[in-house]
């Protein structure tokens, strides 16, 4: 009789379990259904026009956020559809699309897409926004209005791309006359020969940066022709098509342990040397360029090739120990005294404190060089293009990677405002997800000014927006809405003119009221191209110094003796056979570009 019990019981116990799965199915099934639906009312086309055979780079696919701001009193009498304001005009209460959306029957509001009617006037393409549209002209040709496009002559460039040979202009195109001696390519430059530079990074954004700056600038002045051989270990880099795929995936440093050298970085580096320190791989590479982490360098150390060292943020992320933390920074200190490497930070502010104050490490200028700015981010290849309307309120999001509710109650005095000022010519967007769950970087040039706040010290972000001539408003050094006290490199004037700052959210009406913002973006554009001139004749320099008189410049051979011998000539360093345990942390799919 207990035997039936027993089973009996059993047999109650797993049914319930049974029930209480396909009850948490269901659940999870209407979840998703429901989050399904939101995306699918949301979705926003993919331009390929600037990354041809691959996805653009985008951010990151979050819900969207119900933040609207409403205009003033109606709002206690009614709620209003997404992109939409409720206004009460004679006592009467009603929701008022924005500007470039028009009422759905079902009351809802929707965007108009100027482009299906006659091109939206474009002579070439046109790209419908939120609330607006744009004009884009076909390779070879740029925009001299609105809506028309005229050819370019790649001749008279500010870079020769065809050095030493003769650049011969074409309709909608050019070649290159190369001398005896040279050889030319698609790439349209003349080249002698190549320079072969490596890299495996967690961090897409930087390494397509340089590549952007050494492809098409850096080694036609140069004469040379440089090929990149990169090894992203980045979640994301699928978007960039930087991805290896097997077999041709790097061993031992991979995206699982690549953050911290896991499980034993002494042990790493070991590994690493002995499998490829007789592979062609290493033995055509000229330079090796870490960015993030930028202690991975040391992993490079003993094949006795020159070093570009950029730390996008922290010098020590990923270095999570202090046994390694000090054995990075006197090997940082090597790279900065050593002419054959060059070691660079893209912010001022944070490695001044980090050096100066916090470890000493370099206190001043006489013990090495350590470079800062050396990054452009011209690789979003769009601008601003903005086209302001007569007929309604252009957009201006906040882009927020902190806390965005401190933000809201000051945005939404400016939104009621707005609504209640008819010449005031914006309205403000608290979340640019509930514009664009998904974008790229063509989308965001066509926002008049875009509200930003940051989330750390330095950001790739920042540089991306700055670079595409969009002005940028964000909260005030050391002000009661300055996350860092004042420890940002967005702050200083000398390296980025033209940022709107403000005390606190509200402040922003008096900012708008105040500014021209088309005045601003043409600043800007001056500005960047005088700054991309100066930051490619930057690494022409290093290059030179780096490798020498190119023309008689030898590869330098990876050494195949055993690695503490190679670490000892090569680096003048000894190394533990193992040290401490490091963790292993797979690096976020979708963090840091």
């Known amino acids: 009789m207990m035997d039936n019990l027993s089973r009996r019981t059993c ?23 429901q989050r399904l639906d939101v995306r699918t009312k949301h979705a926003y086309r993919v331009s390929s026009a600037y990354w041809p055979d691959q996805q653009p780079p985008t951010v990151d696919d979050e819900p969207a956020l119900d933040t609207r701001l409403q205009g003033d009193a109606c709002l206690a009498a009614r709620t209003c559809p997404a992109y939409s304001t409720c206004r009460r005009v004679d006592g009467k209460d009603d929701c008022v699309c924005w500007g470039g959306y028009e009422r759905l029957q079902d009351g809802s509001c929707a965007d108009v897409n100027e482009c299906l009617t006659a091109n939206g006037g474009c002579e070439h393409r046109c790209r419908n926004s939120r609330g607006g549209f744009g004009c884009f002209c076909h390779e070879g040709y740029r925009l001299v209005d609105r809506f028309q496009c005229e050819d370019v002559d790649e001749c008279t460039a500010d870079i020769d791309f065809c050095y030493p040979g003769t650049c011969v202009y074409t309709e909608c195109s050019f070649h290159c006359e190369c001398p005896d001696g040279y050889q030319g390519d698609m790439t349209q430059q003349c080249y002698a020969r190549e ?54 995936l790097l061993k031992v440093l991979e995206a699982i342990n690549g953050w911290q050298q896991a499980p034993n970085p002494h042990v790493t580096r070991r590994d690493f040397f002995e499998r490829y320190k007789s592979s062609e791989l290493f033995d055509r590479v000229d330079v090796i360029v870490s960015t993030h982490p930028c202690a991975n360098a040391q992993v490079f150390f003993p094949f006795n090739k020159s070093q570009i060292v950029v730390c996008p943020m922290w010098p ?16 940082m200190l090597k790279l900065s005294t050593n002419p054959r490497h060059v070691i660079a930070s893209n912010n001022y502010e944070n490695y001044k404190q980090f050096f100066t104050s916090k470890h000493s490490l370099v206190p001043d200028r006489s013990q090495g060089n350590w470079y800062v700015r050396l990054n452009y981010c011209g690789y979003p290849r769009t601008s601003r293009w903005f086209a302001p309307r007569l007929d309604s309120k252009a957009i201006i999001p906040m882009k927020c990677e902190a806390d965005p509710k401190p933000y809201y109650p000051g945005l939404n005095i400016v939104n009621q405002r707005s609504h209640a000022n008819s010449s005031f010519p914006f309205v403000i967007e608290p979340n640019i997800r509930n514009l664009l769950p998904q974008y790229d970087f063509e989308d965001l040039g066509g926002f008049p000014a875009i509200i930003y706040i940051p989330h750390h010290p330095s950001t790739m972000a920042f540089m991306e927006m700055y670079r595409m001539n969009i002005p940028i408003i964000t909260p005030k050094a050391n002000g009661p809405f300055d996350r860092f006290n004042g420890k940002r490199d967005v702050d200083h004037p000398e390296a980025w003119p033209y940022v709107l700052f403000f005390d606190r959210p509200e402040d922003i009406w008096d900012l708008l009221l105040n500014t021209d913002l088309e005045e601003v973006s043409r600043k800007m554009a001056v500005w960047n191209q005088q700054a991309l001139v100066d930051i490619t004749e930057q690494w022409v320099d290093h290059l030179e110094t780096m490798l020498g008189n190119l023309e008689t410049y030898e590869r330098p051979k990876v050494p195949q003796e055993p690695f503490d011998d190679v670490l000892l000539k090569v680096w003048n360093a000894t190394l ?10 797979q690096f976020p799919a979708g963090n840091n570009g």
């Open 316 to 331: 020590d992320v990923g270095v999570d120990l202090e046994y390694y933390r000090q054995r990075w920074y006197q090997d």
């Open 11 to 33: 047999s109650l116990l797993w049914y319930s379990l049974v029930l209480a799965g396909l009850a948490t199915f269901y659940t999870y099934s209407v979840y998703f259904d």
């Open 195 to 248: 320079i072969v530079m490596f890299s495996a990074d967690m961090h897409r954004a930087l390494i397509a940066d340089y590549k952007e700056l050494f492809w098409y600038r850096v080694g036609p002045m140069l004469g040379v022709k440089i090929v990149w051989e990169d090894y992203n270990l980045q979640g994301r880099c699928h978007h960039n098509g930087t991805c290896h795929k097997p077999p041709d």
């Open 576 to 585: 533990e056979y193992t040290g401490p345990q490091t963790s292993f942390v």
